[in-house]
């Protein structure tokens, strides 16, 4: 999984906290996923950016949940006032084409966010 | 709505042998697909691919089958090792307007387990 980094690969808060999550892509990537993975469940989608664009983010709930992919720096997945169901693993990918080349999404290591 | 399914929780087999990973999606738009291994702690690792143009790919030990007529694509290794236990993943991409064309919808998953 070299290549996509993620921070912090642990992340515990407390109800009604906020949470962010940074993931820096592939080097020469410039399109980013983010993923959630509940306990037992397989990864869902959740939003797609490329750099000052967010594309697709149909995967998000639309209340307490953001991401942005600025600039400049990583891209950042923002949850607000958390709760005990947004206990999960948070996986990023990138890919370096676009979306129509077959191009292979890697992933980070994934941060696993705890709420207490 | 299960779009990818990967009906087996749990496979094991012996190491040399070889080992059948399934998985049918319901989709007839899905146009690429591909197979995640992912270690406990770690993100899921890109193993092989296959476009629906084709109905095989290899790569070494890895080979995945497509049928798309019966929607149903598969993930053989052989021989098998026990450095493959792990938890493998088949994922799909559809294609269509550039927002959703991105997005990879995965199955539950599959432990295999390959035994000494």
């Known amino acids: 999984n070299a290549g996509v980094m993620q921070n912090p690969r642990h992340l515990v808060r407390r109800r009604g906290q906020e949470a962010r999550l940074r993931c820096s892509p592939m080097?020469?990537?410039?399109?980013v996923y983010w993923y959630r993975q509940l306990p037992e469940e397989g990864l869902k989608f959740m939003v797609y950016?490329?750099?000052?664009?967010?594309?697709?983010e149909s995967g998000m709930p639309k209340e307490r949940f953001s991401a942005e992919f600025p600039k400049e720096g990583p891209s950042i997945l923002r949850i607000q006032q958390v709760v005990r169901g947004d206990s999960a693993a948070y996986f990023c990918?990138?890919?370096?084409?676009?979306?129509?080349?077959?191009?292979?999404?890697?992933f980070g290591d994934g941060t696993r966010l705890s709420i207490l | 709505d299960q779009q990818v399914k990967q009906n087996s929780p749990s496979l094991s087999v012996q190491e040399g042998r070889i080992s059948i990973l399934n998985c049918d999606y319901t989709?007839?738009?899905?146009?690429?697909f591909l197979w995640y291994k992912k270690y406990p702690a770690e993100g899921p690792t890109f193993l092989i691919s296959?476009?629906?143009?084709?109905d095989k790919n290899e790569d070494g030990r890895f080979t995945v089958f497509l049928n798309k007529s019966a929607k149903h694509l598969s993930l053989h290794i052989v021989p098998s090792q026990p450095g493959d236990s792990a938890v493998y993943f088949c994922?799909?991409?559809?294609?269509?307007?550039?927002?959703?064309?991105?997005?990879?919808?995965f199955g539950e998953g599959t432990q295999l387990t390959v035994n000494p």
């Open positions: 990918a990138s890919s370096p084409g676009t979306p129509y080349s077959n191009q292979p999404q890697h």
């Open positions: 080097k020469g990537h410039s399109h």
């Open positions: 950016l490329q750099k000052e664009n967010i594309i697709d």
């Open positions: 989709n007839s738009m899905f146009d690429y």
């Open positions: 296959i476009s629906s143009i084709k």
């Open positions: 994922a799909a991409r559809a294609p269509g307007e550039e927002t959703s064309g991105s997005r990879l919808t």
